[in-house]
């Protein structure tokens, strides 16, 4: 017979140990930003592999904890974020994400925002004008302030994570891999 060749099969495991690892890092780069306050700006991190980083910057060691060190010598998944400065200027969101690309080098990306949140019932009343919607919006006695951090690897899971500030604590962090599936997808544009 011929000599087609498939390639290997994606291990399973290996895809359970990216998972964790990429819940890991959101975990960490949410309690990282929940440090900082609330009412802060959208930041942005590259997630890399670190024994990979490690290797190709063997500089970085002495630029990491030794638990960290001690964690990416365990586990080739363990994730390093980076966190990005001197973002483009963007009108919105949207805009900010859409102007984002990664080099290879990158194995994934990862994003915090705030946001305010009705329940559904009282957006249906918010007027239409959209400055008027914004200043009921930000009266409104059911509103939740919450922060997104939403991370995603390159052809891989994602995780995201929120928290309100009305329970802003550390073991009140929502957890799952689709929280928030319209950032999810924004993230991941990122990456292709």
Do not use: K, N, Y
């Not at 930041?43 to 910057?57: D, M, N, Q």
């Not at 001197?86 to 102007?99: F, I, M």
């Amino acid at each position: 017979m011929g000599g087609v060749s498939t390639p290997p099969s994606p291990d399973p495991a290996d895809d359970v140990r990216a998972a964790r690892a990429l819940a890991d890092a959101v975990r960490e780069i949410e309690h990282h930003v929940a440090g900082a306050g609330w009412d802060a700006p959208v930041r942005v991190f590259a997630l890399v592999r670190t024994r990979a980083a490690l290797a190709s910057e063997p500089g970085l060691a002495e630029q990491l904890d030794p638990a960290v060190l001690a964690a990416a010598e365990a586990d080739d998944w363990h994730l390093t974020s980076v966190e990005q400065e001197g973002l483009p200027d963007a009108q919105d969101l949207e805009g900010l994400l859409g102007g984002l690309s990664w080099p290879p080098t990158v194995d994934g990306a990862a994003v915090t925002v705030e946001r305010v949140v009705l329940p559904p019932e009282a957006e249906a009343d918010l007027p239409a004008d959209p400055e008027q919607a914004l200043t009921a919006l930000l009266a409104h006695p059911a509103r939740q302030d919450v922060r997104l951090a939403v991370g995603v690897l390159r052809d891989g899971p994602a995780w995201c994570a929120l928290r309100t500030r009305a329970h802003d604590s550390d073991d009140a962090v929502g957890q799952g891999p689709d929280l928030v599936p319209g950032l999810v997808a924004a993230v991941r544009a990122t990456l292709d």
